[in-house]
């Protein structure tokens, strides 16, 4: 089992930039599906981005393509999340999650399969 731990959200204005950091203990999350996901009041949670199983590609929302860029640090067993350009829809609960469904070259944007939620992170776009 694996605790998921996000942070650095926060109030920003329209235009403006956040990275949120998803602190994953134990080993490595390279034995795990790493995604991030977003939910505002009434909302469904919806997927953001994640990488594919094992790493090597990344996977974005049409939402956020070109805006979001999802990255890690090994060594620190943490993912990041940047954002720029932000919009006031980009506001919500923003959550990392891990699925233990291991299958390398894949990736998940249902949020079914992730085993894994952190708390959340609050981020809030004002205009």
């Known amino acids: 089992q694996v605790q998921l731990v996000e942070s650095g959200g926060g109030l920003v204005q329209a235009g403006g930039s956040l990275r949120l950091s998803c602190a994953a203990s134990?080993?490595?999350?390279?034995?795990?599906?790493m995604g991030w996901f977003r939910q505002a009041p009434g909302k469904e949670r919806e997927f953001v981005a994640a990488?594919?199983?094992?790493?090597?590609?990344?996977y974005y929302a049409d939402s956020v393509k070109g805006r979001f860029t999802i990255s890690r640090e090994n060594a620190k067993n943490t993912v990041y999340l940047q954002m720029n350009s932000l919009k006031p829809e980009d506001t919500g609960l923003y959550y990392c999650?891990?699925?233990?469904?291991?299958?390398?070259?894949?990736?998940?944007?249902?949020?079914?399969?992730?085993?894994?939620w952190g708390r959340g992170t609050q981020v809030t776009v004002s205009s």
């Open positions: 990488f594919t199983c094992g790493g090597g590609r990344s």
């Open positions: 134990g080993r490595t999350f390279d034995n795990y599906c």
């Open positions: 999650a891990a699925a233990s469904s291991y299958n390398s070259g894949s990736y998940y944007v249902g949020p079914e399969r992730y085993d894994y």
